[in-house]
């Protein structure tokens, strides 16, 4: 039986082609330990039902289906919002033929060129700008500006560091390319207008995140401003408001790696403050961005006006 399975996974219909009885098998499995991923599919014993075992499982019962999306993130190392610690394996279904989901698993019906599909990790997946473009066209902003900012810097993910994966120029063809039909993927328009947002040299995901929830509030720093120290060492700031002299840093090792990578950003802040550019610097960790954003805007825009006015911070 085990010469049955591929990538950790038996498909129960492999086994009955092999001449295998159902209830016989059924018995095997359970005394064996095989752990059953989805209806017809078994991971064999002491392997790890992760995500890609659930994908390659999906895939392998339905092998029209091409991993997209937020899956096909996962697969390229390109940070999301919201990743649950088991999330739902999603497809894009290029053929149109899948008319039933199977259980804990979304489709996309789309049409995808032949060329946007690679091979990743013994999985069919979408290439890294189509990726993008689907989840630009999906939404929510947020979520695919996370990826976008992700996809176009180096970033750590699961613990791999790793460079860029594509340009903001492949992102805007892969936006581009028509359907079969002739006319753009639903949602295009609406893709084409956030990824002007975009920033190729956000550091992370609460980097974007802020940058987005300023931009809703109608401020609108500079993004990544080059600034040199008293000591001649080029820095860049997440935001800078330069007519007030005002940094916004957006730090925590949540996001930035490391508890050392954390105290030198921390140095870095401090360099900061000695530029003659800056007035005041203001720095929020991931928790601020994500669970309290409507204190940072307000903070940020009472210590603009205090700025305007000539008034230090309090």
């Not at 088991?86 to 039933?100: K, N």
């Not at 039909?181 to 295009?188: D, E, I, K």
């Not at 730090?251 to 403050?273: I, K, M, P």
Request: glycine content about 8%.
């Amino acid at each position: 039986m085990r010469g049955l399975v591929e990538g950790g996974v038996l498909l129960t219909s492999r086994a009955l082609e092999a001449g295998w009885p159902r209830r016989s098998l059924l018995r095997r499995l359970g005394a064996e330990g095989w752990t059953r991923i989805q209806a017809g599919a078994w991971a064999e014993p002491g392997w790890e039902v992760d995500l890609p075992t659930r994908l390659r499982a999906a895939q392998l019962l339905k092998p029209q289906l091409v991993v997209s999306h937020r899956s096909a993130a996962a697969l390229w190392r390109i940070e999301v919002l919201g990743s649950a610690q088991r999330p739902t394996p999603e497809f894009s279904d290029p053929g149109l033929t899948v008319r039933r989901e199977g259980t804990g698993v979304r489709v996309y019906r789309v049409p995808i060129p032949h060329d946007e599909v690679v091979e990743r990790r013994g999985l069919r997946v979408t290439t890294v700008r189509r990726t993008l473009a689907d989840l630009l066209r999906a939404g929510p902003r947020d979520d695919a500006l996370v990826a976008v900012d992700s996809a176009l810097t180096r970033r750590t993910a699961d613990h791999v560091r790793r460079g860029p994966l594509t340009t903001l120029a492949e992102v805007v063809t892969a936006l581009e390319a028509p359907e079969s039909s002739g006319t753009p993927l639903r949602g295009t328009a609406r893709a084409r207008r956030w990824l002007e947002l975009a920033d190729p040299n956000a550091g992370s995901p609460a980097e974007t995140i802020a940058r987005l929830h300023m931009h809703d509030a109608g401020l609108r720093p500079e993004s990544q401003a080059e600034l040199l120290t008293p000591g001649g060492r080029r820095c860049f700031l997440d935001s800078l408001f330069r007519a007030e002299g005002l940094a916004v840093e957006i730090e925590g090792y949540a996001y930035h790696g490391t508890r050392e990578s954390h105290r030198r950003d921390l140095a870095r802040f401090n360099q900061v403050l000695q530029c003659a550019e800056v007035r005041t610097l203001l720095r929020y960790t991931a928790v601020d961005v994500f669970q309290r954003p409507t204190h940072l805007i307000e903070d940020i825009r009472n210590t603009l006006i205090r700025l305007r006015h000539g008034r230090a911070p309090q």
